[in-house]
């Protein structure tokens, strides 16, 4: 099986920053695009940033410029420097990741446990 497991979530006080880390693990033949979603208590999923294979990144208009996403190919791992941090940023951050298994012809989504960013003075 696949795991995502992420890491660097925390409280951090408005115009500070925070690096989040996602490290894929299992039978993983290859991995195409990796993104990071957030969610709000009582907003839908949203979109943060999102990294393919070969590094071309897309970003919510809300972190632009803010937020960077990178990604490590040999390491399966994707990571979101999140700078200038603002109270709406506060949210659950999952990572997701469009995976190509060793037991499987075709590519799917899986999705971390999510760790929590909290932005507050």
């Known amino acids: 099986q696949v795991q995502l497991v992420e890491s660097g979530g925390g409280l951090v006080q408005p115009g500070g920053s925070l690096r989040l880390s996602c490290v894929a693990s299992?039978?993983?033949?290859?991995?195409?695009?990796m993104g990071w979603y957030r969610q709000a208590p009582g907003a839908q999923r949203e979109l943060v940033a999102a990294?393919?294979?070969?590094?071309?990144?897309n970003y919510a208009d809300s972190v632009k410029a803010r937020f960077t996403i990178s990604r490590d190919n040999a390491k399966n791992t994707v990571y979101l420097q999140m700078n200038s941090l603002k109270p709406g940023d506060s949210a659950v951050y999952y990572c997701?990741?469009?995976?190509?298994?060793?037991?499987?012809?075709?590519?799917?989504?899986?999705w971390g446990q999510g760790t929590q960013v909290a932005v507050s003075s």
């Open positions: 997701n990741a469009d995976i190509l298994t060793k037991a499987s012809w075709s590519s799917r989504d899986y």
């Open positions: 299992g039978r993983i033949r290859g991995i195409n695009t």
């Open positions: 990294i393919t294979s070969g590094g071309r990144t």
